[in-house]
C-alpha cells in the first residue's frame, strides 16, 4: 500500500520559534507538495517540488520554506512561527501530470 | 493560475436520496478533475477523477460530468447512505507547469447523510 507519512500528528509551537515538519514519500513519486487546510478556506498550497533540490512557491508562500534533499522527503520550515499559522498542514505526492495525489494523514499545529 | 469554485459549502440529504455538488473552474486549459472524500479526522482521499477528454464517468454510486465549454464539473452521489457523510473536495490541474500536476481545490462540501 502506498504510504505518506507526515512526521507528527498534532505539534504545539511557542511563537518565534522554528518549526520542521517532515514528510516521507516511498512511492518514488516526482512531485510532492504541501498544503494548509483551514475551515472554509480548503486546501491551500503553500510550496512544491516537481524533483529533488527543486521548489516552487504556490499560493500561500509567506513565513514557509522548504527543502527536498532526497525524492522521498519533503519537509516545510516555518522560519518563526506566529500564530495564524495556526492550522492543518498536509502533505502529499504524485508521480505526475494527470495523476491524483496521494496524502498523509496531516500534521496539526498550534502555536501559542 | 487556475481558480476553483466549489458549491455549495454545506448540504444535507436524507438516506437513499441523490446529492450534487458542482465546481466550476476559470483556466480553460485544465484537463484533469479529480474529486476528493475526507472524513472526520481523516486524510483526503481520491473517489473519482475525470479528464478533459471524457464527458462523464462512474464508478458504482459516484459519478463525475465534464462541461468543458462552460468550464464546470459535478460530482453526483446515487442512494446516499451514512458513510458517504464527509467533506468532499474537487480540484482542478494547473496546467501551466508542464508534466507537474499541480491541483488547485474548491474550498469544500460537507455533505451530512441524515437517517
Known amino acids: 500500500d502506498v504510504k505518506v507519512t507526515q512526521s507528527s500528528r498534532y505539534l504545539v509551537k511557542r511563537t518565534g520559534e522554528k518549526v520542521f515538519l517532515e514528510c516521507v514519500q516511498d512511492m518514488d513519486h516526482e512531485n510532492m507538495f504541501w498544503y494548509r487546510q483551514d475551515p472554509g478556506l480548503g486546501l491551500r498550497l503553500i510550496y512544491f517540488?516537481?524533483?529533488?533540490?527543486?521548489?516552487e512557491k504556490g499560493d500561500i508562500p509567506e513565513g514557509y520554506s522548504v527543502s527536498r534533499e532526497k525524492k522521498e522527503r519533503f519537509s516545510l520550515i516555518l522560519e518563526s512561527a506566529s500564530t495564524n499559522q495556526t492550522s492543518m498542514y498536509l502533505c502529499?505526492?504524485?508521480?505526475?501530470?494527470?495523476?491524483?495525489?496521494?496524502f498523509g494523514s496531516g500534521t496539526r499545529l498550534t502555536v501559542v | 493560475g487556475e481558480n476553483v469554485e466549489q458549491h455549495p459549502s454545506t448540504l444535507s440529504v436524507q438516506e437513499g436520496d441523490s446529492a450534487v455538488i458542482k465546481c466550476t473552474y476559470s483556466d480553460s486549459a485544465s484537463n484533469y478533475f479529480p474529486w476528493y472524500k475526507q472524513e472526520l479526522g481523516k486524510r483526503p482521499q481520491l473517489i473519482i477523477d475525470?479528464?478533459?477528454?471524457?464527458g462523464e464517468k462512474k464508478d458504482q454510486r459516484i459519478a463525475v460530468t465534464l462541461n468543458k465549454t462552460a468550464k464546470h464539473f459535478s460530482l453526483h452521489i446515487t442512494e446516499t447512505q451514512p458513510e458517504d457523510s464527509a467533506v468532499y473536495f474537487c480540484?482542478?490541474?494547473?496546467?501551466?507547469?508542464?508534466?507537474?500536476?499541480?491541483?488547485?481545490f474548491g474550498t469544500g462540501t460537507r455533505l451530512q447523510v441524515t437517517l
Open positions: 502529499a505526492s504524485s508521480p505526475g501530470a494527470g495523476a491524483g495525489y496521494t
Open positions: 517540488s516537481y524533483d529533488v533540490k527543486m521548489k
Open positions: 480540484a482542478a490541474r494547473d496546467p501551466s507547469l508542464g508534466t507537474a500536476s499541480k491541483l488547485t
Open positions: 475525470i479528464r478533459s477528454n471524457v
